[in-house]
């Protein structure tokens, strides 16, 4: 992770889901997230989903998303907003090969 007054960052790969924030974490609210697939050949699947604290459901803020190689999808706003005192936010990519870099702000 990186300067913790700034923002977050991750490299993902495989198809394991990552947890990216919970309500341990210093921030408030999450103003923007990026997602870059950084492979070099691979579309990039991706799950994006809130996991509510209380009962474990998932709710998905973007299911089976590709992202071409080289690309980069942005989140911001409304798309980002919501209570980390509720939900855990998570990433999970479909391909055991896919990477993806993110940036959380």
Do not use: W
Request: with cysteine; glycine share 4%; charged share 20%.
């Amino acid at each position: 992770m990186a300067d913790k007054t700034n923002f977050l960052t991750f490299n993902i790969s495989g198809s394991t889901a990552v947890k990216l924030l919970d309500q341990t974490d210093y921030h408030n609210v999450a103003n923007s997230i990026s997602i870059a697939n950084i492979h070099t050949t691979d579309i990039a699947a991706v799950d994006l989903y809130l996991k509510k604290i209380s009962d474990n459901t998932d709710d998905y803020i973007m299911k089976n998303v590709k992202i071409p190689f080289g690309a980069t999808l942005m989140l911001e706003g409304d798309e980002c907003d919501f209570p980390l005192d509720v939900y855990k936010l998570y990433i999970k990519l479909a391909g055991g090969s896919s990477t993806v870099d993110v940036i959380i702000r």
